[in-house]
């Protein structure tokens, strides 16, 4: 949807085609690392996202056991706000804004079932082609066409040992408890690291709602979906002896609404583009949670395309602009997908030694020195969200136009 407006908004004429019968609203808390909020103030979306958003000024990094402080450090700024919203309220602030675009189309109940490449079109289950200049697919971590632009379909994700409860609590239950009270009210995310397992929880839609997400050791029994259901009881067994706040957090989560996530980790693919196809956001790179840079990352694709695909001046230019795209994209996208895992050992050391040293590297960041969460670490900060991604994909351009200059010099 991102790239539908970006591309929208540069005079561009977008169909966009959704699998799924209606929009509805679906997944927990996201946040909006300030790489992406830039661009989305730059496409006319920021005033949609703060209408629901919360703006951190805080985290804080507790101990498992007792939820005493190990880190509390004030949100980096320098390269804008972090906010964190309900993904629904940011999938419909970029909904309104592209279809309020008179050349942008959304056609729903409409999935894929194949693609062409030349000329570039997808055949939907039903039997009917759509066809266009480009075809961009953004068809996420199960991409059919993923398999069909590599033309091997073998490619496996390896699990990387966790899975993830992710809870949504109202208001109107946390209010009832103090201590729960000042979690929903205060604009902070909250972290809590112990031994193979960490919790991260902030409220979402203006207080109204508190995000809580919870990784812990996967049992290889849940699917890499967003949709597969947890146990009430296996959440409760997870978080056995934890902070009184973690474990009346669960109290309060209803049987039925527990959602639970494998984590996978999957390898850098070959290449994202064929011809006038490329793929974005979780169809060539998924990421972990572990550094909050999934939708950035997507949303950072659609800049580069909405960039490129405006640099040309006729379709035939189509297949330099996306490699210009993966040239852009692909080392930044699997650098990021990459960091994920070193930042998992660190958050779950088993208590001892190595643990002990990490939690007096929480409490000296606060004053100096790097912070052990790359999440909250400021050169990690720096290199994530410092990053323009429209920049990139100019700088990208330019270096392909040389090359092709000189290519065609020297024929």
């Not at 977008?14 to 790489?35: D, F, H, R, Y």
């Not at 200049?133 to 033309?151: F, H, P």
Request: charged residues 25%; proline residues 5%.
């Amino acid at each position: 949807m991102a790239a539908a407006l970006t591309l929208g908004l540069r005079g561009h004429h977008v169909i966009i085609v959704e699998g799924a019968p209606k929009l509805a609203e679906v997944g927990a808390g996201i946040q909006v690392s300030p790489n992406m909020l830039r661009l989305l103030e730059r496409w006319g979306v920021a005033d949609l996202v703060h209408a629901t958003d919360v703006a951190l000024e805080h985290i804080h990094v507790l101990r498992w056991e007792d939820g005493s402080t190990l880190g509390t450090m004030p949100v980096n700024k320098t390269f804008g706000q972090q906010v964190v919203i309900h993904r629904a309220d940011l999938h419909n602030a970029l909904i309104e804004k592209a279809l309020a675009l008179k050349n942008v189309e959304l056609r729903v109940n409409s999935p894929v079932a194949d693609v062409q490449f030349d000329p570039p079109s997808v055949t939907l289950t039903n039997g009917t082609v759509v066809s266009g200049d480009v075809v961009l697919a953004g068809d996420g971590i199960k991409s059919v066409i993923r398999g069909k632009l590599l033309e091997d379909t073998s490619i496996k994700a390896s699990p990387v040992g966790d899975a993830v409860y992710r809870v949504i609590l109202p208001r109107s239950v946390m209010v009832k408890d103090p201590e729960l009270k000042k979690l929903i009210d205060e604009p902070q995310a909250t972290r809590w690291v112990g031994p193979g397992r960490h919790v991260i929880a902030y409220p979402v839609r203006k207080h109204e709602l508190y995000n809580v997400v919870l990784t812990h050791p996967d049992r290889g029994g849940v699917d890499e979906s967003w949709t597969t259901k947890g146990s009430k009881q296996s959440m409760i067994n997870d978080y056995l002896g934890w902070d009184s706040r973690v474990r009346k957090i669960i109290d309060l989560v209803a049987d039925d609404e527990i959602l639970e996530w494998k984590l996978c980790l999957h390898p850098p693919l070959r290449t994202w583009i064929r011809g006038r196809v490329a793929l974005l956001g979780d169809a060539c790179h998924p990421m972990l949670p572990y550094v909050a840079q999934g939708a950035a990352q997507a949303v950072e694709d659609a800049a580069a395309l909405g960039i490129l695909l405006s640099n040309i001046s006729s379709k035939w230019e189509i297949p330099l602009a996306l490699q210009a795209y993966e040239k852009s994209r692909k080392h930044r996208a699997e650098t990021v997908q990459q960091s994920g895992t070193e930042n998992r050992h660190i958050l779950h050391l088993p208590d001892g030694p190595e643990q002990r040293a990490r939690d007096e590297q929480f409490r000296a960041s606060m004053t100096s020195g790097a912070n052990p969460d790359k999440w909250a670490d400021r050169e990690t900060q720096k290199f994530l969200w410092g990053w323009d991604a429209e920049e990139s994909a100019r700088e990208a351009w330019h270096d392909v136009e040389r090359r092709e200059l000189k290519l065609n010099a020297s024929l």
